[in-house]
């Protein structure tokens, strides 16, 4: 039996624009009157000018019950958006879906939480906002508690949980409540691995009882090990369907190939320009200063920032955020200001040493300082998206959001070491 | 790959005979059947938005929910001061305080809920666009805190009589059951509201201008309700334009219902209830319809 029958899905988002605006007549407020002086003022209601997106196109595919199902795709490829239609947040412009069973959701993490109630009511509450009752949820709780190792904190507010824990009482949630199908956007990100493999081990348990799951992940690693079955959306359209292996593959050769690591549609934002400067382009390269769109792990590579300089003797100062899942990695800044005399091109260049990256894909948000007004900067946020790969699959060797070689050494002695008392 | 038969280890789970069909299609209708009988399947979820609503209200403040209680207190003694002993409006009678908290209670079921109802959806904006739950609920579980307004309003009109009746032995609400009906006109206020609210929900929740417009509306109809001041002052021949505003009719029932020698009458009451059913209707629909959209652009 099919848990998932999706057919000829697509969901279209006006993105509003200014140009598409101005060139369209607009409803206004003076009464029919053209010639009258009065200010143009459209009225709401309408839906607003803009560009047609389709964020997915005529996604066909069906999924057998007890299918773990990997979705993969660069930023914007409408994995979020399919995720969305199938829990009902939003709804298809075309197309259809039948389902079967209880469809529970995990599109991110804590929602349907509330900070300051307890576990124990954000456990009814969180059952609740799935319509299942109150009977039902309280039946579930000791589960939920035991599962998510929660047991000396059910009266705590939530707010007091770390990152970890949250996790663990999200994820209990969900897979307690006998869902069907779950939906889940990336959350193989958080949480200890300990608890990731039991999510997993769990997860794998219920598939063999029937439960439909659908992943988002940026994780290769993760999803080939984990799923039957991967679709790879590209654009909103479906580029690859299949055994994980062979998808992942096509997928990566696909990245790699691309050339620019462009991101997606909508995606940046910041103030990229001011009277100094502006950020003309961010891109990655490799030691021979050609663009690349994927980082192998194993070679040093470099973000360039090109800027356009637009004062003689302004003094600027690159700054580096590298996410991994929305996570901030690492910041890197210039350490010192660069004082550029004369107007023109500027690229500064930031070099990620060989051994640093893990095998996950990476984005960068780009802030300069422009000292010569002070306080003065400007930011491109998700500048750049890549992905890094490594030459050999180190699995389980390679996990966590940087994989940097550092030294290690190991010392044989004859005998065990005396402890010493006073080690503080 | 595991498909489901009956044998399978599945049919043990006890949740697996309710594996019922659903589709979710874009030319699907909505039909409001359906959509009440999930209202009802989330019902629960209604507790949990109101406390939500009611602790982010007072949350990060130094009084907590004293304020609720500053809040409705301050403008009640300001008022029956303003209007009584400085404007002397005149009172049916009674005294202005008892008059003006009697006019208090039914316009405090209408003032505090639509305000607070009309921010369901915009508050709750993150949730929205990552689970779903019909949002119907939402402006609702937005109204419940403004309940506590009127039921402080309602307490401090018990007070007041109650000292009138130990002061000055004068009880002022009739013995027969005309109160009951108080309740019937608080009821219908609510309801009105929440009509309302149907569509100031959607308009904040994709413009915030709403909020001020929102404002400023209800800051001016209480001038045009008979709150304040008693209906028998408003010119003979202009009564029945204030009687096209819903909310009259109510107010003066509430009135005539707790207070002596009053006049109310059913026939406008029956109006404003007509009103309600109609905006109602209406509210369901435009909500039905725009709620869709609007998720797209919150």
């Keep these: 039996m099919d848990s998932l029958v999706v057919e000829d899905l697509g969901k279209r988002y006006i993105v509003a624009s200014k140009k598409a605006a101005a060139e369209r007549p607009r409803p206004t407020l003076n009464l029919g009157v053209a010639r009258l002086p009065l200010p143009r003022i459209s009225l709401p209601g309408r839906p607003a000018a803009g560009n047609e997106l389709w964020a ?369 | 790959m595991p498909t489901f038969i009956n044998e399978s280890p599945r049919s043990a789970h006890p949740l697996s005979e309710r594996a019922a069909e659903w589709v979710i299609a874009a030319d699907a209708r909505d039909r409001v059947g359906d959509r009440a009988a999930e209202v009802w399947q989330y019902r629960q979820i209604l507790w949990f938005f109101s406390l939500k609503a009611l602790r982010t209200l007072y949350s990060k403040t130094h009084l907590g929910v004293w304020w609720i209680f500053l809040r409705t207190l301050i403008p009640l003694l300001v008022g029956s001061f303003v209007y009584g002993s400085v404007m002397n409006i005149a009172s049916g009678g009674v005294p202005y305080l008892v008059f003006f908290l009697a006019g208090q209670v039914p316009w405090s079921c209408f003032d505090g809920p639509l305000v607070r109802g009309s921010r369901g959806l915009e508050i709750n904006r993150q949730l929205l666009v990552k689970l779903y739950v019909p949002r119907i609920i939402l402006p609702l579980g937005g109204m419940t805190p403004g309940l506590v307004e009127p039921a402080i309003v309602g307490v401090v009109l018990l007070c007041t009589l109650a000292y009138y009746r130990i002061n000055e032995g004068i009880w002022y609400v009739s013995s027969d059951p005309r109160p009951l009906v108080a309740v019937a006109a608080m009821v219908l206020v609510l309801a009105f509201t929440f009509s309302v609210t149907l569509f100031t929900s959607v308009w904040q929740a994709r413009a915030r201008d709403a909020r001020f417009v929102l404002r400023y509306v209800v800051g001016f109809w209480v001038f045009f309700t008979p709150v304040i001041y008693p209906l028998s002052q408003v010119p003979a021949e202009l009564r029945w334009l204030m009687h096209l505003n819903p909310l009259t009719a109510p107010v003066e029932t509430f009135k005539w219902a707790v207070l002596p020698g009053l006049e109310h009458s059913w026939a406008w009451l029956c109006y404003t209830a007509a009103i309600t059913v109609v905006m109602f209707l209406a509210g369901v629909r435009f909500f039905m319809r725009a709620e869709s959209e609007t998720m797209d652009k919150i």
């Excluded at chain 1, 990655?284 to 800027?307: Q, S, W, Y």
């Design chain 1, 56 to 424: 997915l196109r005529h996604a066909t595919f069906s999924v057998p019950q007890g299918t773990l199902l990997g979705i993969i795709g660069p930023n914007g490829a409408g994995k979020s958006t399919l995720l969305k239609i199938l829990a009902r947040v939003t709804r298809p412009t075309e197309g259809r879906v039948t389902g079967h069973g209880r469809v529970v959701s995990l599109l991110e993490l804590g929602a349907g939480f509330n900070p300051d109630f307890s576990a124990h009511d954000n456990i009814l509450m969180n059952a609740a906002m799935h319509g299942i009752s109150r009977r039902e949820a309280l039946e579930r709780m000791p589960e939920i508690i035991e599962f998510a190792e929660l047991e000396d904190f059910t009266d705590n507010p939530v707010r007091q949980y770390s990152s970890g824990m949250y996790l663990r009482l999200a994820f209990s949630v969900a897979i307690n409540m006998q869902p069907d199908v779950l939906l889940a956007d990336e959350i193989l990100a958080v949480g200890d691995m300990a608890f990731q493999e039991r999510c997993l081990d769990r997860v794998a348990q219920e598939a063999e009882r029937g439960l439909t799951v659908l992943f988002v992940s940026h994780d290769m690693s993760a999803v080939s090990r984990l799923c039957h079955r991967i679709i790879w959306l590209d654009k909103g359209q479906i580029a690859g369907d299949g055994e994980p292996e062979k998808v992942v593959a096509e997928y990566e050769e696909a990245a790699l190939g691309k050339g620019s690591g462009e991101v997606a549609f909508g995606a940046r934002s910041g103030r990229h320009a001011n009277v100094t400067a502006e950020i003309a382009s961010v891109r990655l390269l490799n030691a021979r200063g050609e663009e690349i769109g994927a980082a192998p792990t194993v070679e040093d590579v470099f973000v360039r920032i090109r800027l356009k300089n637009r004062k003689p003797g302004a003094a600027i100062r690159g700054v580096v955020d590298v996410y991994s899942k929305r996570f901030l990695v690492f910041r890197s800044a210039q350490a010192e200001d660069v004082v550029v005399e004369r107007r023109g091109v500027v690229d500064l260049l930031m070099k990620i040493p060989a051994h640093l990256l893990a095998e996950t894909s990476y984005t960068v948000n780009v802030t300069v300082y422009t000292f010569s007004v002070k306080e003065s900067k400007v930011v491109l946020n998700n500048a750049l998206t890549f992905l890094a790969y490594g030459h050999d699959s180190g699995g389980q060797l390679k996990r966590g959001a940087i994989a940097p070689r550092l030294d290690w050494s190991a010392h044989v002695h004859q005998r065990i070491p005396k402890k010493r008392a006073s080690v503080v």
